[in-house]
């Protein structure tokens, strides 16, 4: 490979530039298997920047992992062990389901319930527009 090519292959790998850290990042579990079961030690924190109450995802969670989960305080404990990309995997999935706007992609939003069909309302854009999946 010549000084060219390596060259193109370095800023081939360098990792994307973000715009002034305005860009909500989807958070991470920060978790550890203890015996048999999964704790995910931040989870009262994801609730948080989700802006979700921990019902709905746990709910979420349970159905999505098949394992039951019970809240131990600021942690949730899953009844089985399960490696930390899929429950990361299952969160974005929520957080693009059932948090983000789809119009804007903002994360302001509220989760509202009308006539028995959940609605995502932007408070960003305004735009309002139904969840698909079951909570
Ligand atoms: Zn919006």
């Known amino acids: 490979m ?41 989870f009262s924190s994801i609730c948080d920047i989700l802006n979700r109450e921990s019902s709905y995802l746990i709910k979420y969670l349970q159905r999505e992992l098949a394992t039951p989960a019970v809240l131990d305080g600021k942690r949730l404990v899953l009844g089985r062990k399960l490696n930390s990309a899929m429950i990361n995997e299952k969160i974005e999935k929520f957080t693009k389901d059932f948090v983000l706007c789809k119009e804007c992609g903002k994360p302001d939003t509220k989760l509202i319930k009308q006539d028995q069909v959940w609605i995502i309302k932007c408070a960003a854009c305004g735009a309002k527009h139904p969840v698909k999946s079951k909570i």
């Open 2 to 42: 010549d000084y060219e090519e390596l060259l193109k292959k370095a800023k081939k790998e360098l990792p994307e530039i973000k715009n002034s850290g305005e860009r909500f990042e989807i958070p991470k579990i920060a978790g550890h298997v203890e015996g048999n079961k999964t704790m995910i030690d931040n």
